[in-house]
């Protein structure tokens, strides 16, 4: 089973994440910012506070998103050599 191994907030509400098969990219959380869940994640100081939870990554106040929808939805991008 997948999971998220790195997470690092990004401008315009996207995350750079690592998965455990080593595939990096670009999540991007705006989407999901629409639901009253996710709105509080539109402020970029809280939104920096993402960190790694369980198999995937979240924020102080339990929102959070699992590997199989960040995997699902990566852009993957090129690692540096």
């Known amino acids: 089973m997948e999971k ?5 907030p990004q ?5 750079l994440v690592t998965m455990s098969d080593n595939r ?7 989407p999901y910012m629409n639901s009253a869940y996710f709105e509080a ?5 809280y939104f920096k506070q993402v960190r790694l939870v369980f198999r995937g990554i979240g924020w102080p106040d339990g929102q959070d998103l699992g590997p199989d929808t960040i995997a699902a939805e990566l852009i993957e991008v090129a690692q540096a050599a």
């Open 24 to 30: 990096t990219g670009l999540f991007d959380v705006r």
């Open 41 to 45: 994640l539109k402020d970029p100081a």
């Open 11 to 15: 401008a315009n509400g996207q995350v």
């Open 4 to 8: 998220v191994t790195s997470v690092t």
